[in-house]
């Protein structure tokens, strides 16, 4: 049986050992921002004639940099979803430090056009990871009172990777910001292998009393202690209630259940919200856009760029004390709105400009509230209210549907980027960003639930009206008796 001997310096039934390890779990999330801000100052620079390339690198080599890790991030999200199910919450994730590690050496490497491109790829391995493990991990590990504080810590941790990098990108050297980044994953690597895996993942491979004992070090309990123990049975009943489905039965669960079915298409339209707000767009090219936007700013295009960082800094730590404090719902609605209206903002001063009416400072004010919104609401919210209105059964399935949508979005989107704000301008490009917040601010409103503090079956009941999710309904019907008294 697998021990836990970390001693205790926290009080009997603390939330200090659930706060260890999501910190540790997000490391690879921070490196995968790292990855996400590096193009911002590097390209740039890479395109310069001062570029430690062999010879300047071309505008299409860039855009592919940018989207190359979501086009392979795409049927990634599949592998990781098979891993995470087959093998573990704690091997999957370490798999994708790993990754990072190899995208970060091969830049080391060489800056050769292939290894960069083959890098960025290799990103996409990183990006499927962080998004399909680091949610699943923390639903399973964290207590209903922090999960969604903890939840948001992926996409803080993702933003201070950003800041970092932009940071390094302007006062340190090419090679040494990689070596830099090189160090976080291979930091997790180090220091991961000592943390439990999910009681969850552990019930569902039959090992109850390695569970326990995860269980109740992440509660800061003994085994003994009859919390513990109720807390077990209650996941040993939820999986058993629904433990036989795989991809193909999820999918046809998604398709045939009422409920089911809505939920999964709110999932994916505030995912399409969340990547379709234009907000890693500017996260990519941000050094490009503030040179576009003014020349008379003492600051440079990557200082900018770097306060973009803090300002989204700021935004995560917003949603780390909101989301739990005002719900959901009203976080997601209001950033989508404020974003929707700073789009505008912005839209309409790159139209404008070239009349010579536009005021220097709309688009910096305007790139930073887009991007604290971003950070406070439009990201960290999509992914809390996705692991809470799925079961266990369905969760990971779900999770690796939603999360290559998204990447597939995202690669398209960073491709055509800079092809079309050079082509059609980039008052027409913030613009489509602006429309589609707006639009999705009106569906959260009309068609997205509250899960704050709900289980599953209060959220179908909205979702279902009269039909209360069925398929979960009977399940419970059929199991809940005989699943108890087996553990």
């Known amino acids: 049986m697998l021990k836990y001997t970390v001693k205790k310096y926290c009080s009997e039934g603390s939330k200090f050992n659930q706060i260890i390890m999501v910190v540790l779990m997000v490391l690879p999330v921070f490196s995968y921002g790292t990855a996400v801000g590096w193009l911002s100052p590097?390209?740039?620079?890479?395109?310069?004639?001062?570029?430690?390339?062999?010879?300047?690198?071309?505008?299409?080599?860039?855009?592919?940099?940018?989207?190359?890790?979501?086009?392979?991030?795409?049927p990634a999200v599949f592998l990781f979803g098979f891993i995470v199910d087959n093998f573990g919450r704690k091997k999957a994730l370490m798999l994708t430090s790993l990754?990072?590690?190899?995208?970060?050496?091969?830049?080391?490497?060489?800056?050769?056009?292939?290894?960069?491109?083959?890098?960025?790829?290799?990103?996409?391995?990183?990006?499927?990871?962080?998004?399909?493990?680091?949610?699943?991990?923390?639903?399973?590990?964290?207590?209903?009172?922090?999960r969604g504080t903890l939840g948001s810590l992926v996409v803080l941790s993702q933003n201070l990777g950003n800041l970092l990098v932009y940071?390094?990108?302007?006062?340190?050297?090419?090679?040494?910001?990689?070596?830099l980044c090189l160090s976080v994953p291979l930091l997790h690597l180090l220091i991961f292998v000592i943390m439990?895996?999910?009681?969850?993942?552990?019930?569902?491979?039959?090992?109850?009393?390695?569970?326990?004992?995860?269980?109740?070090?992440?509660?800061?309990?003994?085994?003994?202690?009859?919390?513990?123990?109720?807390?077990?049975?209650?996941?040993?009943?939820?999986?058993?209630?629904?433990?036989?489905?795989?991809?193909?039965?999820?999918?046809?669960?998604?398709?045939?259940?009422?409920?089911?079915?809505?939920?999964?298409?709110?999932?994916?339209?505030i995912t399409l919200a969340?990547?379709?707000?234009?907000?890693?767009?500017?996260?990519?090219?941000?050094?490009?856009?503030?040179?576009?936007?003014?020349?008379?700013?003492?600051?440079?295009?990557n200082q900018q760029a770097t306060m973009l960082g803090v300002v989204q800094l700021v935004g995560s730590f917003t949603a780390s004390s909101l989301v739990e404090r005002i719900g959901r719902k009203p976080l997601l609605g209001a950033t989508c709105l404020v974003s929707g209206a700073a789009l505008c903002a912005l839209s309409a001063w790159f139209w404008l400009r070239g009349a010579g009416a536009a005021l220097p400072l709309v688009?910096?004010?305007?790139?930073?509230?887009?991007?604290?919104?971003?950070?406070?609401?439009?990201?960290?919210?999509?992914?809390?209210?996705?692991?809470?209105?799925?079961?266990?059964?369905?969760?990971?399935?779900?999770?690796?549907?939603?999360?290559?949508?998204?990447?597939?979005?995202?690669?398209?989107?960073?491709?055509?980027?800079?092809?079309?704000?050079?082509s059609?301008?980039?008052?027409?490009?913030?613009?489509?960003?602006?429309?589609?917040?707006?639009?999705?601010?009106?569906?959260?409103a009309c068609c997205v639930p509250e899960t704050k503090m709900r289980t599953t079956e209060e959220i179908y009941a909205e979702l279902g009206g009269k039909g209360k999710g069925k398929w979960t309904e009977n399940k419970k019907q059929k199991d809940c008796e005989a699943s108890v008294t087996k553990l």
């Open 42 to 74: 590097m390209g740039p620079k890479l395109m310069s004639e001062d570029t430690p390339a062999a010879k300047p690198v071309h505008p299409d080599v860039i855009s592919w940099m940018a989207s190359v890790p979501y086009l392979v991030g795409t």
């Open 99 to 146: 990754s990072m590690a190899v995208c970060w050496s091969l830049k080391i490497y060489s800056s050769e056009t292939w290894a960069l491109i083959l890098a960025r790829a290799i990103v996409g391995f990183g990006v499927s990871g962080s998004y399909v493990v680091t949610p699943l991990y923390i639903k399973e590990v964290s207590e209903d009172s922090i």
């Open 363 to 422: 688009p910096v004010v305007a790139l930073c509230l887009c991007i604290y919104c971003d950070a406070a609401g439009l990201q960290p919210v999509p992914f809390v209210i996705m692991t809470e209105m799925f079961s266990f059964q369905l969760r990971g399935t779900v999770t690796s549907i939603v999360i290559a949508f998204a990447c597939a979005l995202v690669s398209i989107e960073l491709r055509v980027f800079q092809p079309l704000a050079a």
């Open 196 to 269: 439990p895996e999910t009681p969850s993942y552990l019930l569902k491979s039959g090992k109850v009393e390695e569970a326990r004992a995860a269980l109740a070090w992440l509660r800061c309990r003994q085994q003994s202690d009859t919390a513990v123990d109720n807390e077990l049975q209650a996941l040993l009943l939820e999986m058993q209630q629904e433990n036989s489905a795989r991809f193909f039965e999820v999918l046809k669960i998604l398709v045939s259940d009422r409920s089911t079915f809505r939920a999964f298409r709110i999932t994916l339209t």
């Open 167 to 179: 940071i390094a990108g302007e006062y340190l050297c090419y090679n040494t910001t990689l070596w």
């Open 424 to 444: 059609i301008g980039l008052h027409f490009v913030f613009g489509i960003f602006a429309t589609v917040c707006l639009l999705s601010t009106v569906y959260i």
């Open 274 to 301: 969340r990547e379709l707000c234009g907000c890693l767009a500017v996260l990519h090219f941000a050094s490009l856009i503030f040179s576009q936007a003014s020349s008379s700013w003492v600051l440079t295009a």
